[in-house]
């Protein structure tokens, strides 16, 4: 047995911090968890002095492109490497992310299923991982890339990847049974264009009908499967909650149409708005997708708002992989300054994402039962949100209950 004794808990539901708590660890497991005091320690347990930093649950990114690297056309059709040199890159990426202190991310397309094997069997370091493998659109939706001529690549991005389009009710179930052959633990689609598709599919425009949405969902439920959809506004917004997808992923228009929030609600929708994609396709991307970026920020703050005060489940996504890897946290901060208190974005980033990739009974709280997936920070982020993004202050983090960071013995950090 481990006992991490001294730090002030954040459990990740909400509640208040528990200055001075003991985390006592039974292999992968947590076997108790409170005031030090409380907390009776086995004789012989490994006793680590955490006092002075803040201990949290794991860290959870509910979307997420581990495998992207870039946004640029030959790095997304993947012309500019060798595929083994993708794919060990990528391992490195998935060790670096965890190192950063998430230790579950939801993959929204790009890994197959040989990556969460790796990990699984301890043959590269990573995160848990739930993963979509690849995502679903109509043809010429956001799944279906192709030239400007139309035509598409015959590599399909990524020979390891099943392709993404499917057309037509039928077709449609028929596609997500094979992204469930290739190992997908959630359904990823989209209803509509986005910041990232081509010149001409826009954030507004659906590029599925209803009858193929029931069709996916049904599909996927019928399999044990969750639901995640790409939709950003306009009528295939509103399809995708109608439905009753698992999660509304960017929604930025989601305030055109005071509804929804609470349709949401009612089904119990959860809504993942990535505002850290949206930042960095402000920034550094092509025109036509800086613009589009742009044109959605004050409109998709206002989205969170609604959904807030609606009771809307958010959680913490950033979608960020096709820009930077290893600065997940950066998404927490924004949350914060987009209007959530300190407290509700790592809720969204612990208690709620774990929900919303469906492993709360695993992860996303420190309590008794629970894997023992945790991070120690030095600073309190309830006072200063941006100590979770800062690898200094990152001193322990821990996967069922094996350290795969410990920097206790380091200097303090600035
Ligand atoms: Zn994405």
């Known amino acids: 047995m481990k006992a991490l004794v001294g730090a002030a808990l954040i459990d990740g539901s909400g509640s208040d911090p528990v200055p001075d708590a003991a985390v006592l660890i039974d292999g992968d497991r947590i076997e108790a968890v409170g005031p030090r005091a409380a907390v009776t320690l086995p004789p012989g347990a490994e006793v680590i002095d955490v006092s002075g930093l803040t201990l949290l649950p794991g860290l959870i990114d509910c979307h997420d492109h581990l495998s992207e690297m870039r946004y640029d056309f030959m790095s997304r059709w993947r012309l500019d490497m060798p595929a083994t040199l993708q794919r060990l890159r990528t391992a490195k990426v998935l060790e670096d992310t965890l190192h950063s202190g998430f230790t579950c991310i939801r993959d929204a397309w790009g890994l197959d299923a040989g990556f969460k094997q790796a990990v699984e069997e301890k043959l590269i370091q990573g995160p848990r991982l739930v993963l979509s493998v690849s995502f679903i659109s109509g043809t010429g939706g956001h799944a279906d890339r192709v030239t400007p001529s139309g035509h598409r690549n015959a590599f399909n991005w990524d020979p390891m990847l099943p392709d993404g389009v499917a057309d037509g009710p ?5 596609k997500v049974r094979e992204m469930i052959r290739a190992g997908a633990d959630v359904i990823k689609f989209a209803t509509t264009g986005g910041g990232a598709s081509r010149p001409g599919l826009n954030p507004h425009d659906a590029t599925y009908g209803r009858d193929e949405v029931d069709a996916l969902v049904a599909e996927a439920a019928a399999r044990g499967r969750k639901t995640m ?23 930025g228009y989601l305030a055109d149409d005071p509804d929804l929030a609470k349709m949401m609600a009612d089904k119990g929708i959860f809504f993942v708005p990535t505002f850290y994609v949206y930042t960095l396709h402000a920034e550094h991307s092509p025109p036509h997708m800086a613009e589009r970026a742009k044109a959605l920020m004050d409109i998709h703050r206002e989205s969170l708002h609604q959904a807030m005060a609606a009771g809307v489940k958010v959680a913490m996504g950033t979608d960020a992989g096709g820009f930077v890897h290893g600065t997940n946290a950066k998404e927490i901060e924004i949350l914060v300054e987009r209007g959530m208190t300190p407290m509700q974005a790592i809720q969204a980033s612990t208690s709620t994402a774990a929900e919303c990739v469906g492993l709360d009974h695993d992860i996303g709280t420190v309590a008794p039962g629970k894997l023992a997936d945790l991070l120690a920070v030095s600073g309190d982020p309830l006072s200063e949100i941006a100590i ?13 209950g094996q350290e795969v960071v410990n920097r206790l013995a380091d200097p303090p950090a600035r």
């Open 170 to 174: 039928d077709r449609v179930r028929a």
């Open 229 to 251: 959809c790409h939709a950003v506004g306009g009528a295939g917004l509103r399809m995708a909650i109608e439905a009753g997808a698992g999660s509304i992923e960017h929604g």
């Open 388 to 400: 979770l993004s800062d690898r200094e202050k990152i001193r322990l983090v821990m996967k069922g």
